[in-house]
């Protein structure tokens, strides 16, 4: 099924096969795209900072990569008003 984080991310995947998810990583992505899994994402996106990163249905996930990298990808594409909101949620 195809799902979505809103604009931070796309996911694809069925139950019992690999998950995919592309994020948009305008700060990280040349280091994340060194890593195992990764590429560009397709339709042309790969060059506005788009990554594409597929896991193993049994593989465990590197979740703190992963909510780092949700978290610059939504920084990217939420308006400021939300990024700011997020930023004063972190001080407290």
Not at 10 to 24: H, N, Y
Not at 65 to 88: F, G, H, I, N, T
Request: contains cysteine; glycine residues 10%.
């Amino acid at each position: 099924a195809r799902g979505s984080c809103g604009n931070a991310c796309r996911t694809f995947s069925q139950e019992g096969e690999p998950l995919s998810l592309s994020v948009r990583l305008p700060e990280s992505g040349e280091e994340a795209l060194m890593l195992p899994g990764t590429k560009p994402t397709g339709y042309g996106l790969g060059k506005w900072g788009w990554v594409t990163i597929t896991f193993e249905a049994d593989a465990d996930l590197p979740l703190e990569m992963l909510e780092s990298w949700l978290e610059e990808s939504y920084r990217k594409q939420a308006p400021k008003k939300l990024v700011k909101e997020l930023d004063a949620q972190k001080e407290r």
